[in-house]
């Protein structure tokens, strides 16, 4: 049984307590929360600190904070020479205090706390200094998670950087896209099915080859009457960039 502390209480923290909360290899010794009416629902109170002094050696100790707190936390941590991760997808794993053996344990998925998640098909991208900790950390997503990878700091960089393009932004074009439908007195639900069939196009088509309309078919008359119909100078620049790229092909604009 590997015993885990997690530090954080915010989404990430949250969904991995209720993930490794239902592990049958996995124990949670400890929660470390300064909110602790945040997590009190999902542990066994006795089981959550609120200093730092009071946390106790386990095999491994998940930061789960926002990533201008890592170093930070990281460096309160009372013990020497344990296996400390972070949660992050940009942060390096160096920016842990060297006092600890260190590694990253990064969840690829959107967390918000009213929406549960599978964890059984997330990809955990994991990372650490020695073949040891690596198994550690292989053995610990492995007991919530099907899709487990090693992947470096680089990569998984270059990884966030594509996850931002295609959650946060497109989120943010289905935002753009509500908003349009709700000033037009349309529903936007009129839309969830075409959002459905493109997500899922990709399961077996490359995006490239799953791209259509207008752009694509280089189609100005469409696109000319688009952008006179929109009167928000914003929605109009977002439309003309992403037009030329699809014509471009995805080369630097």
């Keep these: 049984m590997i015993q885990i502390n997690i530090i954080g209480s915010g989404n990430v923290a949250q969904h991995l307590i209720k993930a490794f909360s239902a592990s049958k290899t996995v124990e949670i010794k400890q929660v470390f929360s300064r909110k602790t009416e945040a997590i009190h629902h999902l542990i066994d109170f006795e089981k959550i600190v609120t200093d ?3 946390l106790q050696t386990a095999d491994l100790h998940i930061i789960a904070v926002s990533d201008n707190a890592i170093s930070e936390v990281s460096e309160q941590l009372p013990f020497n020479n344990q296996l400390v991760v972070h949660t992050s997808g940009t942060s ?3 920016i842990l205090n060297e ?3 260190r590694g990253v344990f990064y969840p690829l998925q ?6 549960e998640v599978d964890f059984s098909i997330i990809p955990f991208c994991l990372e650490a200094e020695n073949t040891a900790d690596f198994k550690i950390l292989e053995t610990t997503a492995k007991s919530i998670s099907t899709a487990v990878y090693s992947i470096n700091s680089e990569q998984r960089k270059a990884l966030h950087v594509a996850a931002v393009f295609v959650n946060n932004f497109t989120n943010h074009l289905y935002h753009l896209g509500q908003e349009i439908c709700e000033e037009n007195q349309l529903p936007f639900a009129i839309l969830r099915p075409l959002i459905t069939e493109t997500a899922d196009k990709i399961n ?6 799953a791209q259509t309309g207008p752009a694509k078919r280089h189609d100005s008359n469409t696109t000319e009457a688009h952008l006179a119909f929109l009167q928000d100078e914003n929605k109009k620049k977002i439309y003309k960039i992403l037009t030329q790229s699809i014509q471009d092909n995805g080369k630097k604009l």
């Design 204 to 209: 077996t088509l490359d995006p490239a080859d």
């Design 99 to 101: 006092k600890n053996r």
């Design 52 to 54: 730092y002094n009071e």
């Design 110 to 115: 959107t967390f918000s706390k009213t929406k």
């Design 92 to 94: 390096s794993m160096t």
